[in-house]
């Protein structure tokens, strides 16, 4: 007994000494917390992350952008002994991280980065601050880690862990894969055994492993915290006059912070000049850009002298803007955790985030083509990750539900109330007995296939594949071919999110059922799925229904009396009247009532020339509607072009002017003929007069020649190809009759 009562006292003062000393650890860390970073409290599992770190144990972070990682490294390498090595992606991300490191401390030296923009005076002052041991922080890209001197270097001093930062880029199949973030282990390996910490913002099951296997750190203690954001709102528009949606959004945003994701590098210079030119406050961002100009623009941006950046995915990882309003991908990105990455951008302070997304399956395909000539296993990742963006953006479940089963995670609400799909719910179809056909043809053909597979046996379709397995001679081949293909993706795509279908993490792509499924099969409960959106047929909806200016719904009585004047002001300078303007036009000046000569300019298919030569009368009559009518006019829809879309328009003048064969001037702007014809026509019907007698004269012959031009001044009634084509006879070719009604629109109306 009395033995027994000395255990329970020993125990008893145990836990009491191991309580105080969590207690006074915990004390410490809110005071250095304080001290270094002027927080009085911890976000998330930032301190548990912390604490494990500092126990001297491998640390794996899985945590939102936004949820405070970087303090995660930072403040136990503060606190511990020796230099803490943290291995970054990017020369911008370390500048910003130090910079913001030396706000916080004392001692200038307290963080540093060693990388290729230093000289060699740079250099030897980082390395004597580290050896001094004035410096914590010592920041590497991964390609200056591995330099022989660096290593020689880290072998001297003592370093208290690894840091490796934005980690999925160890991952083939994480969105910025960097073959160098494979070396890092090696590299460790050679200067010398410390913890590590490794973090990232977005990583699938399979990324996490991949991260965990290639650094040797099986073992660690995983910390994930939830990839929810609420405050962010999730919505895919069809990819239709997107440059005008982007403007109208902006403007109707005013002040507010956003960044535009653009694939290509022309692409982003183009809107950027676009916004511009609408009075919208931006920048663009690529790598293509020399570093002095990326460095000023991200500087603008950071320092609210621009609004907007449009950016490739060069720009942001790690970016701390925390009042970033909206983020638009005029393009849809290669996957879902890019996108996860990217829109995690906005709404970093918890305030409001709007995340828009125009799809299009045609850059789908044009990301397909772009993959042709890449290795096979690269093809094959980037393919089956580009299905998960299309599945994505093309299903009509909850957006936030699907963005998380992909990241492992299970969201339980049934509508989020912040995405496009639980705002306009689409009708529901029922799908039990679909789902059970679905999980018997699975269970039948086994768990070595992917999802298209399984979807060509149930609608019937005969591939090679198929053949070789035999399948298409098993009874379900065909059973579900009362349904097409898009119908099985939402059943499927249900399923795995109800749980019923399993992903196989090491074999990525290919699905197995599991013991839920097994169990449906037999005792089924009712599921409704709603069927996926067809944006490209909604894309040719709204293309269908609107008016071939710049979209709205045109003023009928207006327009009307505009064809009325139109053909006035035509007979007084003996013209067609489709020289003066043509109908795009009027319907543009029905739908955006410009009432000065500058903002007729702004019309479709009107620039300075004719706006100048026409425009009086047209302005004067509309100006007088307006106020009659006491319209208030759509000002926020006035898109103001820059010129030709495609930027050849100086170029084009410019080689005219010169008297250039057009075939050279195609070839030098990689155009087809009849693309430049289609510029030369979208220049010269804005206004603009050009001399193209000198390629008629060398291309045609002269009499035919004088057959087309008599025909537009005498007998056509508007300008349609198609209509001078039935009239003129099949003797004269599309390309002569385009060539003869630009040189009698520029001799005649510009």
């Known amino acids: 007994m009395e033995i027994s009562e000395k255990s329970c006292i020993f125990t008893s003062n145990l836990f009491q000494l191991h309580e105080s000393m969590a207690e006074d650890l915990h004390n410490l860390l809110h005071d250095k917390l304080k ?3 002027g927080f009085t409290s911890f976000k998330g599992y930032q301190e548990s992350v912390i604490k494990n770190v500092l126990e001297g144990k491998d640390t794996f972070v899985l945590m939102p952008t936004g949820g405070g990682k970087s303090l995660c490294y930072q403040l136990p390498a503060m606190i511990m002994d020796g230099v803490a090595i943290i291995i970054s992606p990017l020369i911008a991300l370390m500048k910003n991280q130090v910079d913001s490191m030396r706000t916080f401390a004392a001692e200038t030296g307290v963080a540093h980065f060693l990388n290729s923009s230093l000289n060699k005076t740079a250099v030897n002052q980082v390395r004597a601050d ?20 660096n290593v020689e270097f880290l072998r001297k001093i003592k370093i208290s862990f690894y840091a490796i930062d934005e980690a999925h880029c160890i991952s083939e ?15 460790i390996n050679d200067i010398g055994q410390a913890p590590l910490i490794a973090l990232t913002a977005t990583a699938t099951p399979k990324v996490q492993m991949d991260i965990q296997k290639n650094l040797g750190m099986q073992d660690a203690t995983v910390f994930k915290s939830s990839f929810n954001r609420a405050n962010l709102y999730y919505e895919i528009r069809p990819k239709h006059d997107a440059s005008k949606e982007i403007i109208r959004f902006i403007k109707q945003n005013e002040g507010k912070s956003g960044i535009i994701y653009c694939l290509s590098r022309k692409k982003v210079e183009e809107l950027a000049e676009l916004l511009v030119a609408n009075g919208i406050k931006a920048l663009p961002y690529h790598a293509g850009m020399d570093a002095a100009t990326r460095a000023n623009n991200q500087d603008a941006f950071l320092h609210e002298d621009v609004d907007v950046i449009v950016a490739t995915i060069a720009f942001g990882m790690g970016i701390d803007k925390p009042d970033v309003r909206y983020v638009i991908h005029y393009d849809i990105p290669k996957s879902l955790e890019g996108y996860y990455q990217e829109t995690g951008r906005a709404g970093r302070d918890g305030g409001e985030g709007r995340c828009i997304a125009f799809y299009s399956y ?39 539900k699907t963005l998380l089963h992909y990241f492992g995670e299970e969201y339980t609400e049934e509508n989020c109330g912040n995405c496009d799909n639980c705002l306009h719910p689409r009708p529901q179809k029922d799908a039990k007995a679909a789902t059970q056909l679905m999980l018997k043809t699975l269970a039948f053909i086994g768990d070595k296939f992917k999802s298209d597979y399984l979807i060509n046996v149930l609608v019937g379709k005969v591939t090679a594949l198929n053949k070789s397995y035999g399948h298409n001679e098993c009874e379900w081949f065909g059973a579900g071919a009362d349904y097409d293909a898009k119908f099985w993706g939402a059943v499927v795509r249900q399923a795995h999110i109800l749980g019923l279908i399993d992903k196989n993490i090491e074999n990525y792509g290919l699905q197995s059922i599991n013991d839920k499924g097994r169990s449906y099969i037999n005792l089924p409960f009712p599921i409704m799925i709603t069927l996926d959106h067809d944006y490209d047929a909604e894309e040719k909806e709204i293309e269908a229904a609107t008016p071939q200016g710049r979209g709205g719904v045109a003023d009928e009585e207006l327009f009307l009396m505009l064809k009325d004047l139109r053909k006035k002001v035509a007979k007084k300078h003996d013209l067609p009247p489709f020289v003066v303007f043509q109908d795009p036009s009027l319907e543009d000046m029905s739908i955006q009532y410009p009432i000065t000569i500058e903002e007729m300019q702004n019309i479709t298919g009107v620039g300075v020339g004719k706006a100048k030569k026409f425009g009086a009368e047209f302005v004067k009559l509309i100006k007088q509607y307006v106020e009659e009518k006491e319209i208030i006019r759509p000002q926020d829809m006035v898109v103001k072009s820059v010129g030709n879309k495609s930027g050849n328009k100086i170029f084009i003048i410019q080689s005219i002017d010169r008297k250039m064969d057009f075939e050279d001037i195609a070839r030098a702007k990689d155009l087809e003929f009849d693309e430049l014809l289609t510029e030369i026509e979208g220049i010269v019907n804005s206004g603009t007069r050009l001399d193209i007698k000198y390629y008629i004269d060398s291309y045609m012959d002269e009499d035919k020649a004088e057959d087309i031009y008599l025909y537009f001044k005498e007998d056509a009634e508007s300008d349609s190809l198609a209509e001078a084509v039935e009239e003129l006879g099949s003797e004269y070719t599309e390309e002569e009759i385009r060539l003869i009604r630009i040189k009698f629109i520029c001799e005649q109306g510009n």
């Open 35 to 37: 001290e270094y970073f």
């Open 130 to 149: 580290v050896l001094a041991g004035k410096t914590k922080l010592l920041y590497f890209a991964p390609e200056s880690l591995t330099k022989e001197d």
């Open 173 to 187: 199949w994480g969105h910025d894969f960097r073959p160098e973030y494979r070396r890092i282990r090696p590299i």
């Open 362 to 400: 045609k850059d789908i395909q044009k990301l397909e083509k772009f993959m042709q000539g890449k290795p096979v296993a690269e093809q094959e990742i980037g393919k089956l990750l580009l299905q998960e963006t299309v599945s994505y953006a093309e299903s009509s479940i909850c957006r936030r």
